[in-house]
């Protein structure tokens, strides 16, 4: 059997945690690992690293394969888009991709992104989708619902086909909450999990029929997909490749084959499920204390109940509140009635509209060779903390509008400055003039941590000219 | 006619804005001015500077010259107490001291930390008030209550003496909700402000009848004090001194002398007075909006009422709030219901039990010679931005466990390692060694500002020994 997951969330239901540069998928939401490593990590007694996918936007890719490695995910398994255009262009350019070398390969499609809490008999109900999928049947989990929710879509069963799964009678729309609660009491409804299981060739031949157009668009999208040149030589499509990416209809698998579809399977699966879609889920997934909050990090908390509380590093005061969420970061911090966790959509759009930076990066950024963090940004400088990971190296560059100074507080670093190379260990200090084509690397099995004060009339990430780039990025 | 200003908040109810470090009166609560120098700056018409006398504890000495610098507020008349022991200690003490020079003199006592919206009919009263007290009348003014407020204490008028003023019947403790309304009904209740206008010898008198203790040690206390040598000399107690403030009785200038003495006569005024007691204060003394939110800073507000919302430089979105408290600052937040607004010093007690640094200091800190930023520590480095003011200079130092880099990104620097001097402009570096005698100087005009880069076993303010310092700091 092969996954693909289909990692393309946005990062705006869960700011100011989630940004556009660090969508849910790349964040510990529950627990120490982040929602793609447990997605990962879950299904691997059941699936070999070596016969995952994911699919990603392209400004993901590296912080995904980073996140990744440890499974031994290979980034050449790493799919990127563009641009996003719904779960049917996702999964189809998976499909098609897979294809090329296993076209009657058993695919499985997971988002990233979501929670399940019991494992084992998530793993069995795979394995039986496996065999049922293996006579080309289109095979949805459907999850037992446990409350009248109105954020899910529902599947309605229809005629029995073996003891424990069945025809789909039909796809069903977000509901209201009487619905809802109609649904929940009839037992025959399950909410629309997103987790498919099917041939390759299968899903391919349904595409075909329902959305010719697209299939044809994937031939030309596998024909332009290659491996980038670097150190993690991800998946990515040429130029006239992402033109046609651009071109995909926007529709989901759900509307665009699964609805149509006769070789749809509904297999009921009683798993935990939670796909984490607004800070109010945290209070169902995450440990309550006694008065119903969710509390984490920083705080000093008096007096509340059923609120959700997370600090970073700052100290957090919380008195006196009921049905609060507070998420505090270091450069945003969301204070909102519970009951309007649906509308942190609204504050996103306002910051975008305000041209925020907030909307899309945090003050740490990740880059294929380690991280960065600003400590103060004023307008003739700016300071910040860079992390090379041992091993790594920035790009040979140099600024037009800055020099910069490096004090090394930890580790060892290799710097070069036009043509001369040196070593600076912890507690020394160098100067890169204005102009100077230079490179920073940590070639020690420890991090590397630098301080550096930039100064100059212009200072912003886009002052860069590179020359040399072991990620690709110079390309 | 002198002016003593009692400066001796705790910096508890307006935490995390206040600190220990830093309490309400050297705060810009409401507007761009502190609230010490409102209350100065209210009373220049009818007080000349060079008599007025500020008394403060003396962790605030400094930081109170700073900011009164400007007035012309002359160090010599900044009296300071190593320990709070209430207002009879604070007021006995600069009556004995302003009585050495001046024993008629008329006294006017003011809070530090008070709003008074309309200056024009107040400053007619103290000019009334100055006469009524030639009289060797203990003259308080009480506030005229425009809503029945149990936050305060209450002042009974007794007979009149002339038109608009009375002996005082009683002085009345903070009253129940229900007490206050009959009060605010009858009309001849006032609220007791803590401002007080009377003859340096007729109060010392009145001591010596009710605290014939205090007054006996006061007389101590005024030949222990001398002014520090250095830039700002303010007056300051020597050991023995201290030792005698640190054994005064702890008691209110109400409950020691003027519930006892039959010579106090209340002043009725309507000046718009606030004593700005909790953050609440601020919906009635600022600006409110359409939704009675009070808003400030950084801030994406959606939907919020009769809320105060402060941010600093951190992007806050607040999302459906009502009756909410938000105030951030860059190391601590506080969120609270509204109603509970009393207890934050539950909080505050709270973090002191914890031992944590924020109930005290905030990543900022002021020195007499400019100010410093924390921009991050870790346990083996520390990276500052230090401002240090034109013509100022840090001491003559050394520091045993760690050395530090800086590079100076505005102003100019003079550099003293050893015995050698040098100056460093923009984008210049300089490190100093550990154990190294140095000296920071700004001899310009402008400010000067460094990023300093600390690296070290032991981090932290206590690891300096200082040789020269011009603000008799090494005494």
């Known amino acids: 059997?092969?996954?693909?997951?289909?990692?393309?969330?946005?990062?705006?239901?869960?700011?100011?945690?989630?940004?556009?540069?660090?969508?849910?998928?790349?964040?510990?939401?529950?627990?120490?690992?982040?929602?793609?490593?447990?997605?990962?990590?879950?299904?691997?007694?059941?699936?070999?690293?070596?016969?995952?996918?994911?699919?990603?936007?392209?400004?993901?890719?590296?912080?995904?394969?980073?996140?990744?490695?440890?499974?031994?995910?290979?980034?050449?398994q790493l799919l990127t888009e563009p641009v996003a255009r719904n779960t049917s262009a996702a999964i189809g350019y998976s499909a098609k991709i897979l294809s090329q070398s296993n076209p009657d390969a058993i695919m499985a499609i997971f988002p990233a992104d979501h929670v399940i809490n019991t494992t084992e008999p998530f793993l069995k109900l795979l394995k039986q989708a496996e065999t049922i999928a293996n006579e080309n049947h289109l095979v949805t989990l459907g999850i037992k619902p446990t409350s009248p929710e109105t954020g899910y879509g529902y599947i309605k069963q229809g005629k029995i086909i073996k003891e424990?799964?069945?025809?789909?009678?039909?796809?069903?729309?977000?509901?209201?909450?009487?619905?809802a609660e109609k649904y929940l009491k009839e037992g025959r409804y399950y909410w629309n999990s997103g987790i498919f299981v099917w041939k390759v060739s299968a899903l391919l031949n349904e595409i075909s029929l329902y959305l010719p157009k697209l299939h044809e668009q994937l031939e030309e999208l596998a024909f332009n997909t290659a491996p980038i040149k670097g150190k993690y030589p991800y998946q990515t499509l040429s130029a006239s490749g992402k033109k046609v990416?651009?071109?995909?209809?926007?529709?989901?698998?759900?509307?665009?084959?699964?609805?149509?579809?006769?070789?749809?399977?509904?297999?009921?699966?009683?798993?935990?499920?939670?796909?984490?879609?607004?800070?109010?889920?945290?209070?169902?997934?995450?440990?309550?204390?006694?008065?119903?909050?969710?509390?984490?990090?920083?705080?000093?908390?008096?007096?509340?109940?059923?609120?959700?509380?997370?600090?970073?590093?700052?100290?957090?005061?919380?008195?006196?509140?009921?049905?609060?969420?507070?998420?505090?970061?270091?450069?945003?911090?969301?204070?909102?009635?519970?009951?309007?966790?649906?509308?942190?959509?609204?504050?996103?759009?306002?910051?975008?509209?305000?041209?925020?930076?907030?909307?899309?990066?945090?003050?740490?950024?990740?880059?294929?060779?380690?991280?960065?963090?600003?400590?103060?940004?004023?307008?003739?400088?700016?300071?910040?903390?860079?992390?090379?990971?041992?091993?790594?190296?920035?790009?040979?560059?140099?600024?037009?509008?800055?020099?910069?100074?490096?004090?090394?507080?930890?580790?060892?670093?290799?710097?070069?400055?036009?043509?001369?190379?040196?070593?600076?260990?912890?507690?020394?200090?160098?100067?890169?003039p204005k102009g100077a084509k230079h490179r920073l690397a940590n070639m020690n099995e420890t991090p590397l941590i630098i301080i550096e004060v930039q100064l100059g009339d212009k200072l912003d990430e886009d002052d860069i000219t590179r020359y040399e780039d072991k990620y690709g990025r110079d390309e």
């Open 164 to 179: 424990n799964y069945f025809k789909v009678d039909r796809f069903i729309e977000k509901p209201d909450k009487l619905t």
């Open 245 to 432: 990416f651009h071109s995909l209809e926007s529709i989901s698998i759900d509307h665009g084959v699964m609805e149509k579809s006769n070789k749809v399977i509904v297999l009921p699966a009683d798993i935990e499920w939670n796909d984490v879609g607004t800070w109010t889920s945290l209070a169902a997934i995450s440990k309550n204390d006694s008065h119903r909050n969710v509390i984490s990090g920083n705080v000093v908390s008096i007096d509340n109940s059923d609120s959700i509380i997370q600090a970073d590093n700052r100290l957090v005061a919380a008195l006196g509140l009921k049905n609060i969420i507070l998420i505090d970061t270091p450069d945003a911090l969301l204070v909102c009635a519970k009951e309007r966790a649906q509308d942190i959509k609204k504050v996103v759009e306002k910051i975008k509209s305000d041209k925020r930076p907030e909307v899309s990066t945090t003050i740490s950024e990740t880059r294929p060779w380690g991280s960065y963090t600003v400590l103060q940004k004023e307008t003739n400088y700016l300071v910040k903390r860079i992390e090379v990971l041992p091993g790594e190296s920035l790009s040979l560059q140099s600024h037009d509008h800055r020099s910069e100074h490096w004090t090394v507080v930890s580790g060892v670093a290799q710097v070069q400055i036009g043509e001369t190379s040196q070593t600076l260990n912890a507690n020394q200090f160098v100067e890169i």
């Open 1 to 76: 059997m092969h996954a693909v997951i289909i990692a393309g969330g946005s990062g705006s239901r869960f700011w100011p945690k989630s940004r556009e540069n660090l969508p849910k998928q790349l964040l510990s939401i529950v627990g120490q690992k982040t929602m793609i490593q447990n997605t990962v990590g879950r299904i691997t007694p059941v699936i070999p690293v070596e016969n995952m996918w994911v699919i990603t936007n392209e400004q993901h890719a590296f912080e995904t394969c980073y996140q990744l490695k440890d499974f031994g995910f290979s980034p050449s």
